[in-house]
T-cell receptor, first 113, second 113 residues
């Protein structure tokens, strides 16, 4: 039982390059989330998907797009990477939206040069 | 949006009981209170969730007074491995928007020998 799996674990990009971060969960959860965490900071919500077929903006959505491919998978895309997007990205899932414990992946460490 | 306030950091010693308090003055009637633990280079891990009074599991206890404007996470007999960042979240029940998904900076708990 893998839980939430994120790929890749590490990535270095040049400014202006594009990239898609992948996330998959095997717990049959309805809701999925993408967060970023900068040094010394808490997690900030980028986008979330309350249920399959829906996506909504979180606190810091600018520069990102998401796709809820199916119930299992939720991807995050950087169309034109910027140094300010250097961060650790976490994907999470929960059985339902709101008041449901979230299960997190181990993160993707992304550096934009 | 129910904002939470926690101490930035706390120190304690092995074998002691540690209590971390979170303030959430604007908590809504249907909001639950959820605590997460995060180790370096890992995603947050769910610890405990409650609505009122006291909740206990194999890891921690959560105390919530009658007015629900604060909550206290209690870790019994801590060890060095409990050194981590602890986040308090107050969730939104309706699911309309990203309410309750703001982690903040958390409390950095340091356990010394």
């Amino acid at each position: 039982n893998a839980g939430v799996t994120q790929t890749p674990k590490f990535q270095v990009l040049k400014t202006g390059q594009s990239m898609t971060l992948q996330c998959a969960q095997d717990m049959n959860h309805n809701s999925m989330y993408w967060y970023r965490q900068d040094p010394g900071m808490g997690l900030r919500l980028i986008y979330y998907s309350a249920s399959e077929g829906t996506t909504d903006k979180g606190e810091v959505p600018n520069g990102y797009n998401v796709s809820r491919l199916n119930k299992r998978e939720f991807s995050l895309r950087l169309e034109s990477a910027a140094p300010s997007q250097t961060s650790v990205y976490f994907c999470a899932s929960s059985e339902g939206y709101s008041n449901q414990p979230q299960h997190f992946g181990d993160g993707t460490r992304l550096s934009i040069l | 949006l129910a904002k939470t306030t926690q101490p930035i950091s706390m120190d304690s010693y092995e074998g002691q009981e540690v209590n971390i308090t979170c303030s959430h003055n604007n908590i809504a009637t249907n909001d639950y209170i959820t605590w997460y633990q995060q180790f370096p280079s890992q995603g947050p891990r769910f610890i405990i969730q409650g609505y009122k009074t006291k909740v206990t599991n194999e890891v921690a206890s959560l105390f919530i007074p009658a007015d629900r404007k604060s909550s206290t996470l209690s870790l019994p007999r801590v060890s060095l491995s409990d050194t981590a960042v602890y986040y308090c979240l107050v969730g939104a029940e309706t699911g309309g928007g990203a309410d309750g998904l703001t982690f903040g900076k958390g409390t950095h708990l340091i356990i010394q020998p």
